[in-house]
Nanobody
């Protein structure tokens, strides 16, 4: 079982910046692919960005050029730096860890952290 703990959420004005962290409990951090998802009221959870164990990032079109995902093996932490925030970025943001093994898919989620973009 992998524990994921998000932090860094809060209230920010439009155009502002915020950085999220996802601290993990696994010593096999380097094996996992990680992602940030978000969910706003009435909407399905959607992928924001993901980063492979080879450090290859991928972004949703809605956040390209504004958000940056990164990972730190030494700290076993995943980050999401967010800039030029918009009201539509308001959501609960979830960290996800995923590892395909010979016996199946390991898929873990954090508890989520709320971001509100509002003046």
């Amino acid at each position: 079982q992998v524990q994921l703990v998000e932090s860094g959420g809060g209230l920010v004005q439009p155009g502002g910046s915020l950085s999220l962290s996802c601290a993990t409990s696994t010593s096999d951090f380097w094996l996992y692919d990680f992602a940030w998802y978000r969910q706003s009221p009435g909407n399905q959870r959607e992928l924001v960005a993901n980063i492979t164990r080879s450090y290859l990032p991928n972004y949703a079109d809605s956040v390209k050029g504004r958000f940056t995902i990164s990972r730190d093996k030494a700290k076993r932490t995943v980050y999401l730096q967010m800039g030029s925030l918009r009201s539509e970025d308001t959501a609960v943001y979830y960290c996800n860890a995923r590892l395909q093994t010979e016996t199946g898919l390991l898929d873990y989620w954090g508890q989520g952290t709320q971001i509100i973009v509002s003046a």
